[in-house]
Structures are given as structure tokens and as C-alpha cells.
């Protein structure tokens, strides 16, 4: 681990710390947005899961506010048209997930427990796990959580912090989500700031 921390502590003092900081910045201004954006970066969300998140964030440029209209075909359409690998089952999820769109913004605000909201988030939205739900919430602004996908897993491989696992269940997800805030508190940032400098690390680039 005490490498790990070393590259991370380097980062911090490079000027990708102000790519982080921007793009943290950023993830405040989308939560203090209105309810639609709050739920188009749902959907982003949403498109991810088993999918590139770079490719996810050119489809939710193309598609914009037409996640808050689309039917389900024409959402489906678009989705194939633009290259996503689950164009007919994620348009079904977003169209269902339309459903909490005018409150969405209040659910966020009214938990005071980041995890009760995540999990409520699991429950209610089909189509989120444990790592769309916190990719959600990292996205509007909570600084509580990290992203578990196989670039976060590969850099804790290679630095033999973990073993790969062969299933991220429930369990695991959550067992390495308390060595990365075990890594964070270390580091002395938060969950959602290491997880963009193990991305960083891992893939040489800011996304979201």
C-alpha cells in the first residue's frame, strides 16, 4: 500500500490535483442543478453499467433532454444508433426511471445518510447496482463514495492490496469500498477524490 500511497500523494502535488478539483467542482454544480439535470446524469448512469463510460458521456451529449421525452423505441433506436451494447433493455430502464424524475431532487436532499440514500437508489431505480448508484451520487456532488469498476480494481491488484475478484458481489464491492476509504482517509482526501486519481493512475485521464 505504501507505494500506492507515494503515487497518489505525487498526484496531489502535480497539476492533475487541478483536474480533480475541477472536475469535483463541476459534480456540485450538476446537484445544485434542476431535477432534469439531476435525472440526465441518471441516465448517464444508467448507460454505463457494462459499458464505457467515455462512450456513455458522447451518448448523453447526442441525446440530451431527449432522455426526459423519448418513447421507449425511439430511445431505443437512438441508443443502437449510437453504437450502446444494451440499446433496448437501457432504454427500458430510463423510461421507468422517469417515474422518480420530479422527486429525485428532493429524495438526494432529504437523506442525511449517504448510504441509506445509495441504497434507496438501488432499490427503487432498475437497472443501478452498488456502482451506478455511487457513480450517481459522485456525479451530483456526494463526496462519499468511489466508483468499484476494473480500473479501481486493477490498480489495487497491481499494487497487491487485493486479490482480483472473479464476481464483484455485494459483499466485495462493499469490502473494497472499506479499503479504498481506508486509502483515502491515508491519503487525506475524500472517496470521490481517490477514485479520480486511481483513475488517473490507471487510464492517464479526468472523466466522470
Keep these: 500500500m505504501k507505494k500506492l500511497l507515494e503515487s497518489i500523494q505525487n498526484l496531489k502535488n502535480s497539476e492533475v490535483k487541478n483536474l480533480v478539483d475541477t472536475r469535483l467542482r463541476e459534480f456540485k454544480e450538476i446537484g445544485n442543478g434542476s431535477s432534469d439535470e439531476i435525472f440526465e446524469e441518471l441516465c448517464f448512469c444508467i448507460l454505463t453499467a457494462n459499458f464505457n463510460a467515455e462512450r456513455s458521456m458522447k451518448i448523453q451529449m447526442e441525446i440530451g433532454d431527449g432522455f426526459l421525452s423519448f418513447s421507449k423505441s425511439d430511445l431505443a433506436k437512438k441508443l443502437r444508433e449510437l453504437g450502446h451494447r444494451f440499446p433496448n433493455r437501457r432504454a427500458k430502464y430510463i423510461v421507468d426511471a422517469r417515474k422518480h424524475k420530479n422527486i429525485l431532487k428532493d429524495v438526494v436532499e ?97 472523466l466522470k
Design 110 to 206: 432529504t437523506f442525511d445518510d449517504d448510504n441509506e440514500l445509495r441504497e434507496w437508489i438501488v432499490k427503487n431505480v432498475k437497472g443501478i447496482g452498488y456502482k451506478e448508484a455511487s457513480h450517481f451520487l459522485r456525479n451530483i456532488g456526494c463526496t462519499s463514495f468511489a466508483i468499484i469498476d476494473f480500473h479501481i480494481i486493477d490498480v489495487l491488484t497491481k499494487h497487491n492490496i487485493i486479490e482480483k475478484p472473479k464476481v464483484l458481489t455485494k459483499r466485495k464491492y462493499l469490502e473494497i469500498e472499506d479499503l479504498l476509504r481506508e486509502i483515502a482517509g491515508k491519503s487525506n482526501v475524500s472517496l470521490a477524490e481517490l477514485d479520480l486519481y486511481l483513475w488517473y493512475m490507471e487510464t492517464g485521464k479526468i
